[in-house]
């Protein structure tokens, strides 16, 4: 029977990172509307972090550009080097990290960050390997037979981050992974976040709340206004360094104080 | 209907008897005296009901309730211990309970011959229990029966397989090849009304025969009573030799309280029980007359058995005559 | 370890108390022993029949634990099945329900007459009382999975297999071990009641048919020797679904 057979293993199918744009999407829920008539293009290999207040809609678009929601208008499209590509072929090469770790408390770290190629079918020598590398990447080697209520939340997102280049995706999508740790740990997830992107060059999209983090991670920032939510702002971050000193830099502020002016802006607007 | 169903509740009525203790003989023959039957109203009862409608109890001055039994009452724990005047119990339990210090002492026994018996389709081979338990025939009935462990020692049976009972007929009715344990009044009867023939053979001829139907009290109560057990004696006797002439009457009030069984397969049942009723003792003594050889030979029966340590004088379990026990 | 003894002290402090009223009173009130014995005689009754008793409890103990391990594995199956569809479980959870009110000695002579005399009918009895609380716990549990990791498998395109065998059974393992704590208990009680239709007299009677031979002949204090041994079955079952239950509880709670 087909449906209790896990899918043949792919090899990944596309080597490149892709592109997605959304075309005039909106979605409603009954009668509120979260988001109306959006479009965004993500290059390839670039990373966009969507800015919005809470509620505005920016996690259903997210979940729309993932393919778990559906539009009701408008359509999302994928695209490499060659032209668009199927849907169905480009799900298969996007990971994902959400603001809870979302980890199988029955399951040790390999465990966890296996899973995925554990449901692709991937033979478990291979998954073994890929799970190993990925957790030594997130600097988790200590821990890699604990199970989560022994970890930290720091940790517990480390694992989840693990499970989610597991698989090396092509697309990454986070919905305010760090949404939920203190100030410390979130600034070093954001340098290996960064430094994951500098290293692998998938295309990311990532949801916050912080206009710092957007700063530092993405090449591209997008300020959403409140629900239903429009694009009030698109800019290029383009930062000289990634070091230690950049987040108090000039250059820094001055990209943090453009995005916060327009997401003020925006949310004065619309309680006019 | 089956004798195992009866003993699968009564641990409960066991337990539920609160205040355990035995009468106190020492009060006057009280105005009511309970009966308790120990199973639902059907032939074995139908001197009692007999006697109850004609007045028989009224006038001997006595005024008897007639309490229905079924699964459930644990009918000679209820008189070992009080809680009725009398009771119906089988012979064989007169003897376990004495052993295990219930005293009963039995006044009248309905049936000469045990009732109990194996049935075998009309269409077996088989003419006796002999040839029954010298064959590798099937027999379905209750576990450590005293009349198996004697029909073993008798004909051997090695080759005799024997399955639990089951709880019904309806195995029995399925398979041609089977034999079952059964009262002689009830299951074949049962059974010829859907249209199976049997043939039954009694279990006295295992050589164990205990009196059954023994209408029994308290060997307190009857050492304080000894009048009013000759008149409910009596009482019965009459409505025996009433139910006997003519049990269509009788059956009909009993089937209007039994749902279980039609009065058609009641009058079926009388007449196939009456030739356990009537005995050459019953002709010289009356009906429901019981003899000290009887008792004791089943006594000894059962103390080679194993199921009594010590032989119970004639006298402390039954009452014949106008003479009081002890 | 000390400890957990300690804890186990006031239970056998009461239930000596118990037995000591109860000797006392029995005495004391002059019941007979065929209505209530005291505990001494079913303790000599327990001792003079120990070799017969034993292989009793151990017959009663097999069909027991065969039936649980039925009831157990079915119960899941059927708890899983029911778990897929709304509709299936709401037209089949019912019927399922039925099974269960129906009381066990109405069954047990059907149970006969389907699946003839001995072990196998009394195995069956076991497994039919026992079956249905380890159905509804193994379908709450199934049902209580937590949604965001149902959303992680299905981003990750899980099959249907997959999302039961690595999601939904590791999430309803807490609920499926209650659900087999209570099938523990019942297990032995349906049992001994498959024993008194379908049990073999004979040497090695099973304590269902001990119980019912007992009544008969009115040997009440080997009746309660009969009944304790099949509770310690019972008890036994229990400890060891409640040990396994902590156990998993430790490898498999959030």
Redesign the interface.
């Known amino acids: 029977m087909l ?5 043949v293993a792919r090899a990944e199918t596309i080597l490149q990172p892709f592109a997605i744009v959304a075309h005039g999407v909106s979605r409603r829920f009954g009668d509120v509307e979260a988001v109306r008539d959006v479009a965004l293009q993500v290059d390839a290999g670039s990373f966009v972090a969507l800015i919005g207040p809470s509620g505005c809609g920016k996690t259903t678009l997210l979940r729309m550009l ?1 393919g ?1 929601d559906q539009p009701e208008s408008g359509r999302v499209e994928y695209l490499d080097a060659r032209g668009p590509i199927a849907a169905a072929v480009a ?2 090469g ?1 990971s ?1 990290c ?1 603001q ?1 770790p ?1 980890l ?3 399951r040790d770290v390999v465990g966890n960050v296996e ?2 190629l ?3 079918g991937v033979p478990i020598g291979e998954r073994r390997e890929r799970a190993m590398a990925a957790i030594r990447r997130m600097g988790l080697d200590d821990a890699a037979t604990r199970r989560p ?1 022994q970890l930290s939340g720091g940790m517990r997102m480390r694992a989840a981050m693990a499970r989610a280049i597991v698989t090396r995706p092509r697309l990454m999508l986070l919905d305010e992974p760090f949404g939920a740790l203190d100030d410390v740990t979130r600034q070093e997830l954001d340098d290996e976040l960064h430094q994951l992107w500098v290293e692998d060059r998938f295309t990311a999209v990532l949801v916050t709340h912080s206009i710092t983090e957007a700063v530092f991670l993405s090449t591209r920032a997008v300020v959403f206004s409140p629900r239903p939510a429009r694009i009030l702002l698109e800019r290029t971050i383009e930062l000289a360094a990634h070091d230690a000193a950049v987040r108090v830099s000039d250059e820094f502020n001055a990209y943090v104080r453009v995005l916060s002016l327009a997401l003020q802006r925006g949310i004065r607007e619309s309680r006019a | 209907m089956s004798r195992i169903l009866r003993i699968a509740f009564t641990i409960m009525a066991c337990w539920v008897l609160a205040g355990c203790r035995d009468a106190s003989p020492s009060e006057p023959a009280p105005s009511t005296i309970r009966l308790q039957l120990n199973w639902v109203p059907e032939p074995e009862f139908g001197g009692i009901y007999a006697a109850d409608a004609a007045g028989f109890f009224r006038d001997e001055g006595l005024q008897v309730e007639i309490i229905k039994g079924g699964p459930g009452v644990a009918a000679p724990q209820l008189a070992a211990s009080g809680r009725v005047e009398f009771a119906v119990v089988g012979g064989e339990q007169i003897l376990t309970l004495g052993e295990a210090g219930g005293e009963l002492v039995g006044i009248y026994a309905i049936y000469q011959d045990d009732p109990m018996a194996v049935m075998v389709h009309a269409t077996s081979p088989f003419a006796s229990l002999e040839e029954l338990w010298k064959s590798d025939a099937t027999v379905a009935c209750e576990a450590n029966l005293s009349w198996v462990t004697m029909l073993n020692e008798k004909f051997g049976g090695a080759s005799l397989k024997i399955v639990p009972h089951g709880g019904s007929i309806a195995l029995f009715a399925a398979d041609s090849n089977l034999a079952q344990q059964c009262f002689v009044f009830a299951e074949p009867v049962a059974l010829e009304m859907q249209g199976v023939a049997t043939k039954v053979f009694l279990v006295k001829e295992s050589g164990f025969n205990p009196y059954n139907g023994v209408i029994a009290t308290s060997a307190a109560y009857a050492k304080a009573n000894p009048e009013t057990c000759a008149k409910v004696r009596r009482a019965l006797q009459r409505g025996w030799e009433r139910y006997l002439k003519d049990p269509a009457p009788t059956n009909a009030v009993m089937a209007a309280m039994n749902p279980a069984m039609t009065k058609e397969a009641m009058d079926i049942a009388a007449k196939r029980q009456q030739p356990l009723i009537e005995s050459p003792d019953t002709e010289r003594l009356g009906l429901g007359a019981m003899t000290a050889e009887r008792w004791s030979n089943t006594a000894q029966q059962l103390q080679r058995l194993g199921k009594i340590t010590t032989l119970p004088a004639p006298e402390e379990i039954f009452l014949w005559g106008t003479s009081a026990p002890r | 370890m000390k400890h957990r003894s300690l804890a186990l002290l006031p239970p056998l402090i009461a239930i000596a108390a118990a037995l000591l009223l109860w000797e006392i009173a029995v005495r004391a009130l002059n019941v007979p022993a065929y209505l209530l014995p005291p505990p001494s005689r079913v303790a000599v009754a327990l001792w003079d029949d120990r070799a017969a008793l034993a292989m009793s409890t151990m017959r009663t103990a097999s069909a027991t634990l065969a039936g649980f391990l039925i009831a157990a594995v079915l119960g899941i199956v059927i708890g899983s099945l029911l778990s897929t569809s709304r509709r299936l479980e709401r037209g089949l959870y019912p019927l399922t329900l039925l099974f269960q009110m129906v009381p066990l000695v109405a069954i047990a002579p059907l149970l006969v007459i389907w699946l003839g005399n001995g072990i196998r009918t009394v195995i069956a009895s076991s497994a039919v009382v026992a079956i249905f609380p380890v159905i509804a716990n193994t379908l709450s549990g199934l049902r209580s999975a937590d949604p965001h990791l149902d959303e992680l498998f299905t981003l990750h395109h899980a099959t249907r297999w997959q999302r039961w065998f690595k999601l939904g059974l590791p999430s309803a393992v807490p609920s499926m071990l209650t659900g087999c704590r209570i099938a523990a208990g019942l297990a032995t009680i349906g049992a001994v009641v498959g024993e008194f239709v379908a049990g073999f007299g004979g040497a090695s009677a099973p304590l269902g048919i001990v119980i019912m031979t007992s009544l008969r002949e009115f040997r009440t204090e080997k009746v309660f020797a009969a009944v304790a041994l099949a509770s310690l079955v019972g008890f036994a079952l229990f400890g060891i679904v409640n040990g396994a239950a902590h156990v998993a509880a430790r490898r498999y709670a959030a």
Request: proline content about 17%.
């Open positions: 449906c209790c057979m896990p899918p993932a778990v799900l298969r996007i994902f959400f809870e979302r199988l408390p029955w899973l995925p554990e449901l692709d209520h």
